[in-house]
């Protein structure tokens, strides 16, 4: 239950930034519960509709090495508008894709840092590598 609520967290948080910085996406009403519905919609289309979508836009997928997902992100944020239409409004496909955009870049960077996410940050400090005044053979990239 726990990951659930930081998870949709994440995701308000991220519809919230998509709402305020991109152009064309915006809520009808001013209500506290709008940006948590909204997510909440968000988040059971991508569990329910998208891999359904993915499946059948598999060979586009393939073929643009994985950028259609875009477009299906794009069409998945346009669809909540269109469930939403009283509270929500995204205006059409650009704005759908620049937002879905915004909270795909939001959401990963968010779970990253609250280690909910598969991507992690590690900064470590080590020993400099040998250059050439130090007796390497010249600069080294330590990866």
């Known amino acids: 239950m726990k990951k659930f609520i930081q998870s949709w967290l994440i995701n308000t948080l991220a519809v919230l930034v998509a709402v305020y910085t991109v152009p064309g996406i915006h809520f009808k009403d001013k209500s506290l ?4 519905i909204t997510s909440l919609v968000l988040g ?3 569990a329910f509709i998208r891999p359904i979508i993915m499946l059948l836009a598999l060979p586009l997928l393939i073929f643009t090495l994985g950028l259609f997902m875009l477009v299906i992100n ?3 944020l346009y669809l ?4 939403l239409q009283t ?10 894709f620049w937002g879905s955009l915004v909270i795909s870049i939001v ?8 280690g909910k996410g598969s991507s992690r940050f590690e900064f470590r400090r080590g020993p400099r590598p040998p250059g050439p005044d ?3 053979n010249g600069p080294v990239i330590d990866v």
Not at 80 to 83: A, E, H, K, L, N
Not at 87 to 96: L, N, Y
Not at 107 to 114: D, I, R, Y
């Open 107 to 114: 959401s990963m960077v968010l779970n990253s840092f609250t």
């Open 74 to 76: 794009a069409l998945l």
């Open 44 to 46: 059971v289309l991508n």
């Open 80 to 83: 909540v508008g269109i469930v």
């Open 134 to 136: 130090r007796g390497g």
């Open 87 to 96: 509270h929500f409004q995204v205006d059409g496909f650009w704005a759908a």
């Open 33 to 36: 519960l709008t940006p948590f």
